[in-house]
């Protein structure tokens, strides 16, 4: 069974950090790029981050300069590593991984985590 598991959300004060981490497992292979997303009470679902097979970054112009996402290939997982968090960063964070081979494309969402950053 395909999975892609995300963790590492909670509860922060404003200027505080949290990793979120995002595996996938099972018969996800040729992974491509992985990005991560939010969705924020009455909005809709924004891409935050993106990173490439070969590392390349993309990010959202509203968290350039304190999020970062990096991959492991190894072991299949995506992280995005934020730091100075501001309450509008409040949002469930879903991450998605996108495969692509000779015979096939697909995209897998996780679940979702919340991440809640206090005034």
């Known amino acids: 069974q395909e999975q892609v598991i995300e963790s590492g959300g909670g509860l922060v004060q404003t200027g505080g950090s949290l990793r979120l981490s995002c595996a996938a497992s099972g018969m996800i292979d040729d992974i491509n790029t992985m990005d991560w997303y939010r969705q924020a009470p009455g909005e809709q679902r924004e891409l935050v981050a993106s990173?490439?097979?070969?590392?390349?970054?993309r990010y959202a112009d509203s968290v350039k300069g304190r999020f970062t996402i990096s991959r492991d290939n190894a072991k299949n997982t995506v992280y995005l590593q934020m730091t100075s968090l501001k309450p509008e960063d409040t949002a469930v964070y879903y991450c998605?991984?996108?495969?692509?081979?000779?015979?096939?494309?697909?995209?897998?969402w996780g679940q979702g985590t919340q991440v809640t950053v206090s005034s």
């Open positions: 990173i490439g097979s070969s590392g390349t970054t």
């Open positions: 998605r991984v996108n495969t692509q081979s000779i015979y096939r494309s697909d995209s897998y």
